[in-house]
């Protein structure tokens, strides 16, 4: 069912916008991402509009896709007639959430002038909400959709996973509905990551995240939400269970990682040992709870969902038979040595006679297609699974990541994909390392690069390497190396 907002026809149409019951502007960014296999240049950059719900005083909400490598973002009324300049005072991008702001000061007070949309309670299965669109013409368009169900799930970085709305509803083609609010009683609900026309079914961030994601920004210096810092396994197989020294009537996670330095790691937890209980929830032998709301949820929640940031929670463990308590203080997880995704950070590299170094991330990884986890190098992919293997003095996996064929590479020119452990004796922590080590070559003016692979080690002419660099930058080449993010 399609429905129009009451409006005051008498008002003009910017004063009509303004006096709608909800107030929502249009979202237009310039987004420019750099280049994963050439660093040191962008990609082409596209434009992305969506829509941003205004929550408080020159506070706009939308998705972090909206504002991830944006170069330019700018916020219009729904009839276009007003253009506003915009930028970020908060992003979450694993949560897929973003607080925008004016920049000018009549802006401010325009925003300012437009009543804050208010958070619905939490919604339940069954329930009605609305989706919110925005035609042509700038009238909104609303669309009544039913909350078929809730997930965990992973909406823009993958791996980070957050409680999402189920929507079964039938939305209509419209304009800047990449990021669209959904209301309640004409408040938010949630806000949509994804929408399949052939189901007619959306997601959408459900308003617990939402909430605890403006709580977080209020005061300017947003943390973000905590993390437990442990993988898991399912226990379903008997035989493990048995092993585990599981009772029946016990269901619980196999803990087979647990992270330097994180919350888990402080608390004494460790690898081998078995989660029962989350404060008071018992997990079963599949990772899930029951939530009074939702029914079963991924035990996940009740760390990212439920808590903030410097909580203290209780966790029910099983180790060798025996049940204890440990009490953690959840904390912000601490960034591995292969960061999950580089939104709005340069990417660090260098260039040596031909070499190309840079630091491991996912987003490289993912050069090597939708079945990545299977085609990439089975070296970076050890790495990406068992990091603790790698870490040791190490912030970032530097990477030969390509060659380019040169006189000072000749021989070499297949070589890629491949972790770089020292240069000219030098361990390598990251790229900055890798800088000043090739500041001194070895004898006779020779770099030596140690590799983790059957090659192990590769020699570099000093003056050879320079002459090719000084070619490079004549060709176009904007720099050599970034050293910072």
């Known amino acids: 069912m399609k429905f129009y907002l009451t409006i005051l026809a008498a008002f003009s149409a910017l004063t009509v916008w303004v006096s709608?019951?909800?107030?929502?502007?249009?979202?237009?960014?310039?987004?420019?991402?750099?280049?994963?296999?050439?660093?040191w240049e962008k990609q082409a950059p596209y434009n992305r509009r969506g829509l941003g719900v205004v929550i408080g005083k020159n506070q706009i909400l939308t998705t972090a896709e909206m504002v991830a490598n944006a170069t330019f973002i700018e916020l219009q009324t729904a009839d276009g007639e007003k253009s506003i300049p915009a930028t970020v005072i908060a992003v979450d991008y694993e949560a897929n959430l973003a607080l925008l702001a004016a920049k000018d000061p009549e802006d401010i007070k325009f925003i300012e002038s437009m009543k804050p949309v208010e958070?619905?309670?939490?919604?339940?299965?069954g329930e009605?909400?609305?989706?919110?669109?925005?035609?042509?013409?700038g009238m909104p368009l609303l669309t009544n959709g039913i909350i078929r169900g809730t997930d965990v799930v992973s909406t823009f970085v993958d791996g980070h996973f957050f409680l999402n709305y189920e929507i079964k509803a039938a939305m209509q083609s419209a304009p800047n509905s990449f990021t669209i609010p959904v209301l309640k009683d004409n408040k938010l609900a949630g806000l949509l990551t994804s929408y399949s026309s052939k189901d007619q079914l959306l997601d959408a961030t459900a308003t617990e995240i939402i909430s605890a994601f403006i709580k977080d920004a209020a005061d300017g210096k947003y943390v973000g939400f905590p993390d437990l810092g442990v993988s898991i396994v399912r226990t379903s197989d008997e035989n493990f269970r048995g092993w585990l020294k599981l009772t029946d009537a016990q269901g619980g996670v196999f803990i087979n990682r647990v992270q330097r330095n994180s919350s888990a790691e402080k608390a004494g937890i460790k690898v081998g040992d078995v989660i029962l209980k989350v404060a008071d929830s018992a997990i079963n032998r599949r990772g899930y709870y029951t939530s009074k709301n939702y029914g079963e949820l991924y035990w996940s929640h009740l760390i990212r969902g439920t808590h903030v940031t410097g909580d203290e929670i209780q966790i029910t463990l099983l180790r060798d038979g025996i049940e204890l308590v440990k009490q953690v203080k959840l904390e912000r997880p601490i960034e591995g040595i292969i960061p999950s995704?580089?939104?709005?950070?340069?990417p660090r590299y260098m260039i040596k006679g031909g070499f190309v170094f840079q630091e491991l991330t996912e987003s490289y990884l993912k050069l090597f297609g939708d079945d990545w986890k299977s085609r990439a190098p089975m070296t970076l992919l050890d790495a990406l699974n068992h990091p603790e293997d790698y870490e040791k003095g190490k912030k970032?996996?530097?990477?030969?990541?390509?060659?380019?064929?040169?006189?000072?590479t000749i021989g070499y020119e297949r070589i890629r994909a491949t972790i770089v452990t020292k240069v000219n004796g030098q361990e390598i922590p990251d790229i900055p390392a890798l800088i000043k080590a090739f500041k001194t070559p070895g004898e006779n003016g020779i770099h030596t690069i140690e590799l983790d692979n059957d090659i192990e080690k590769i020699y570099l002419d000093a003056e050879t390497a320079s002459k090719v660099e000084a070619e490079f930058l004549q060709q176009g080449l904007p720099a050599l190396s970034r050293d910072k993010e």
Do not use: C, W
């Open 341 to 346: 995704h580089t939104y709005g950070k340069a």
């Open 20 to 39: 709608a019951e909800v107030s929502v502007l249009r979202v237009s960014s310039t987004l420019q991402s750099y280049n994963i296999s050439q660093p």
């Open 396 to 408: 970032r996996l530097v990477i030969l990541s390509r060659t380019i064929p040169t006189k000072a």
């Open 128 to 137: 009605t909400v609305q989706v919110f669109q925005i035609e042509d013409n």
């Open 119 to 125: 958070l619905a309670t939490p919604s339940k299965l």
